[in-house]
């Protein structure tokens, strides 16, 4: 009985109580994507391609190097069975990206 004389009944206690926890919880859920957004801001690419011939069929065990032309650093992979490869953590500028199949290596 103490609720009612100040005004506060067992709902309406609930009610704030599950007002805060909610409030809460969506301060935590902005602070969370916010972290994650940050994450994903890299200042690096990833080059993706598929490798094939003049019919289409996809070719594999190619040599893929990526080269960038102001500083020269390189990347290398092959591409897989199906004829795909992914060169990832590149720093922005201009790449070079020559293919040799392993025949002619």
């Given at each position: 009985?103490?609720?009612?004389?100040?005004?506060?009944?067992?709902?309406?206690?609930?009610?704030?109580?599950?007002?805060?926890?909610?409030?809460?919880?969506?301060?935590?859920?902005?602070m969370v994507f916010a972290i994650v957004g940050l994450y994903a801001q890299t200042?690096?690419?990833?080059?993706?391609?598929?490798?094939?011939?003049?019919?289409?069929?996809?070719?594999?065990?190619?040599?893929?190097?990526?080269?960038?032309?102001?500083?020269?650093?390189?990347?290398?992979?092959?591409?897989?069975?199906?004829?795909?490869?992914?060169?990832?953590?590149?720093?922005?500028?201009?790449?070079?990206?020559?293919?040799?199949?392993?025949?002619?290596?």
């Amino acid at each position: 009985m103490i609720w009612l004389s100040a005004g506060l009944t067992p709902a309406w206690r609930c009610r704030v109580f599950f007002s805060k926890i909610r409030a809460i919880l969506s301060i935590y859920a902005v602070m969370v994507f916010a972290i994650v957004g940050l994450y994903a801001q890299t200042g690096q690419g990833t080059i993706v391609g598929l490798v094939s011939d003049s019919t289409g069929a996809r070719i594999v065990s190619v040599a893929v190097r990526v080269t960038n032309k102001e500083t020269s650093v390189a990347s290398s992979i092959s591409s897989n069975e199906g004829g795909l490869y992914r060169v990832s953590y590149l720093n922005p500028g201009t790449e070079r990206l020559p293919l040799k199949t392993a025949e002619s290596t």
